[in-house]
């Protein structure tokens, strides 16, 4: 769970905490979420406030990724392309490739395949994402934190 909430971190900043300036607005962003398993397909919409201490934060764990994984964001003509290992307990590792868009200061879309193994067995995953700007003002979502809209 701790390594699905760093990348899911991971995929929401990835774009931005490359860059030395977020090419990205500051304030309430909503992102639509659907991920692909072979146990089924789930879509999650979220709601989460983006601030100049959080990206801070966001640049800050990236650049220090813990001790059991590594991340490489690497910069294209429209974004970031995007990689990262974990090794974890009980000889599980994941692997994730994915690209991070920005179409403009205000949207952006991510694609991301990884693949799980552990104990001989493997699990891949395909998620989606698409992240809008909602408005300056973050209301009652708190910075750094994710608000489930629906799922």
Request: net charge neutral; glycine share 8%.
């Amino acid at each position: 769970m701790r390594v699905r909430m760093m990348l899911s971190g991971l995929l929401l900043i990835s774009g931005v905490a490359v860059a030395q300036s977020a090419p990205v607005k500051m304030g309430l962003w909503e992102t639509t979420a659907s991920m692909q398993t072979p146990m089924g397909k789930r879509t999650i919409v979220t709601q989460s406030c983006f601030t100049q201490e959080t990206y801070e934060k966001a640049l800050a764990s990236v650049q220090a990724p813990p001790q059991e994984c590594s991340f490489h964001n690497e910069k294209s003509a429209d974004g970031f392309n995007i990689s990262g290992t974990c090794s974890m307990q009980q000889g599980m590792t994941m692997e994730m490739r994915g690209k991070v868009t920005i179409v403009d200061a205000g949207h952006t879309n991510t694609t991301v395949h990884t693949t799980m193994n552990m104990q001989g067995q493997s699990m891949e995953s395909d998620m989606e994402s698409t992240s809008s700007f909602v408005k300056a003002d973050c209301g009652a979502v708190q910075p750094g934190k994710s608000v489930v809209v629906s799922k």
